[in-house]
């Protein structure tokens, strides 16, 4: 089984619509992180959050929401999409603690589309 | 504030042709280093890293040399093959006082295709 899983792996969407892509993790790991990747921009970090107590914004958070359910969890929300936020939505986590030197490791995308 | 430069793609290249992908840096603190690869379809799965001057990291026969006066991180293959088709990210993520800020900076991406 994977380590890092997102759900849905694809949408397609209405402007207007909320919308809600899931994380999870079996890695045991304390951070998790939003990116999305849109062609020739690699991809741009949304929101992180070093525990559950603990979110902050990245560089693109404008239109977007995040909760941590739990430590394993952690949910990205469109509240009223548009289509700009059309791209591929990464997860990630990490664990500071560990020899990995903070190493993320990816979920294996959402690719959403907001018509 | 961070950031990272690749060069620019798409990279074609023939069956065990020799690969260099360039890739520059700038950074707050001691970063470090990463190559991502994201075959077809996929997430990004770490292809290597290196975490001081001078270290190489090496996985699947690529590598890649944490130059620092140069703020630099090629990746490098001797012989590719078409399995190596994928597009290839650069990554920093930097520390300060022995605490990670948690944000990885990528760069844009090189798309490389291998022909038989």
């Known amino acids: 089984d994977a380590d890092v899983t997102q759900t849905p792996r694809n949408r397609i969407t209405k402007t207007g619509k909320r919308i809600m892509l899931e994380c999870s993790q079996t890695?045991?790991?304390?951070?998790m992180y939003w990116y999305r990747q849109d062609p020739g921009l690699g991809l741009r970090l949304i929101y992180y959050?070093?525990?559950?107590?603990?979110?902050n914004k990245g560089e693109i958070s404008d239109g977007y929401s995040v909760s941590r359910q739990a430590q394993a969890k952690f949910s990205l929300s469109l509240e009223s999409a548009i289509p700009n936020q059309t791209a591929l939505y990464f997860c990630?986590?990490?664990?500071?603690?560990?020899?990995?030197?903070?190493?993320?490791?990816f979920g294996p995308g959402t690719r959403l589309t907001v018509l | 504030g961070n950031s990272v430069t690749q060069m620019e793609g798409p990279v074609t290249l023939s069956e065990e042709a020799f690969l260099t992908i360039n890739c520059t840096y700038t950074a707050t603190g001691y970063p470090s280093l990463f190559w991502y690869v994201q075959y077809p379809g996929e997430g990004l799965q770490l292809l290597l890293k290196?975490?001081?001057?001078?270290d190489k990291g090496s996985n699947k026969g690529f590598e890649a040399t944490y130059r620092k006066e140069t703020t630099s991180f090629h990746l490098e293959k001797g012989s590719v093959q078409v399995s190596d088709s994928a597009v290839y990210f650069c990554?920093?993520?930097?520390?300060?006082?022995?605490?990670?800020?948690?944000?990885?900076?990528f760069g844009q991406g090189t798309i490389l295709t291998v022909h038989p």
């Open positions: 959050s070093f525990d559950v107590k603990d979110i």
């Open positions: 990554a920093l993520i930097s520390f300060a006082g022995g605490t990670s800020y948690g944000k990885l900076t």
């Open positions: 990630a986590t990490s664990d500071l603690g560990r020899e990995d030197t903070d190493t993320q490791y």
């Open positions: 290196a975490t001081k001057a001078d």
């Open positions: 890695k045991g790991h304390d951070r």
